[in-house]
């Protein structure tokens, strides 16, 4: 039970925190907080609000926020293939943490330890 434990505070902490960079991602690309907060389920004031927090963590303005849209800043046009590639590198580690997961689980549930 412990191996279980471990590994759903480990998917939780880290999907919580890629949730801001998806939530950056998907307002760039479709142009829109509100149609980005559509996409993921979410309130447009949730996205602003992971959007800014992104923004104080990274101490660098990441969107342009105009009555057209927004738009990601220069610098954030520099960081956006890192971010994209954690994006990728998050969802890697979530299947593969899936995988290991499911055969500890399944030691314990057979009896093998």
Not at 64 to 79: A, D, I, Y
């Amino acid at each position: 039970m412990i191996h279980q434990t471990i590994f759903d505070n480990f998917a939780k902490k880290n999907a919580m925190e890629l949730d801001r960079y998806r939530a950056l991602v998907c307002a760039i690309e479709t142009g829109s907080l509100s149609a980005a907060a559509e996409a993921l389920q979410y309130t447009p004031s949730g996205v602003s609000r992971m959007v800014a927090a992104l923004e104080e963590e990274t101490g660098v303005p990441l969107l342009l926020r105009e009555h057209s849209g927004v738009r990601p800043t220069k610098e954030c046009e520099k960081l956006l293939p890192a971010i994209r590639d954690l994006l990728h590198a998050g969802e890697s580690c979530a299947q593969l943490l899936a995988g290991i997961k499911s055969v500890i689980i399944g030691r314990f549930v057979n009896g093998q330890t």
